[in-house]
Each structure stands twice: as structure tokens, then as C-alpha cells.
């Protein structure tokens, strides 16, 4: 089964957002509250696995794994 993946070197820079035309991407603080470093997560019962929002990803922080 495929899936994507974010990795811990994504830096919050919100390329990949305007990219899903499914609204599969959100950003989530490191710590409650809303503190810490934002970064990608996907939202799988969304998810299509086009691949968008890989290809626009400027630090290959999201990857595609089959």
C-alpha cells in the first residue's frame, strides 16, 4: 500500500498547502498549544497520492512510498 511521508527535515514552509487540491495537508505545531516548529502532516482519508505536493516539496521533505 502506498503512502506519503513527511520528514523531519520538512521546515514549515507551506509550499505543499496551496498545492493539494484535496485539502490532505495541514500544519501542526511541535507542542501543544500551538508553540514549537510548524510542519506538514497528511491527512490520509483525504490523501489521493497524486504526488503534488511532492514534486512542489523545495526540500524533498515529502516522499512517496510504494
Known amino acids: 500500500m502506498s503512502r506519503l511521508i513527511v520528514k523531519k527535515k520538512c521546515t514549515g514552509c507551506g509550499q505543499c498547502l496551496p498545492s493539494c487540491r484535496k485539502g490532505a495537508i495541514q500544519f501542526v505545531s511541535e507542542f501543544p498549544g500551538g508553540y514549537g516548529k510548524k510542519t506538514a502532516k497528511v ?8 504526488g ?3 514534486e512542489v516539496c523545495p526540500h524533498h521533505a515529502i516522499v512517496l512510498v510504494r
Not at 491527512?43 to 497524486?50: I, V
Open 43 to 50: 491527512l490520509y482519508q483525504k490523501c489521493t497520492l497524486c
Open 52 to 54: 503534488v505536493c511532492v
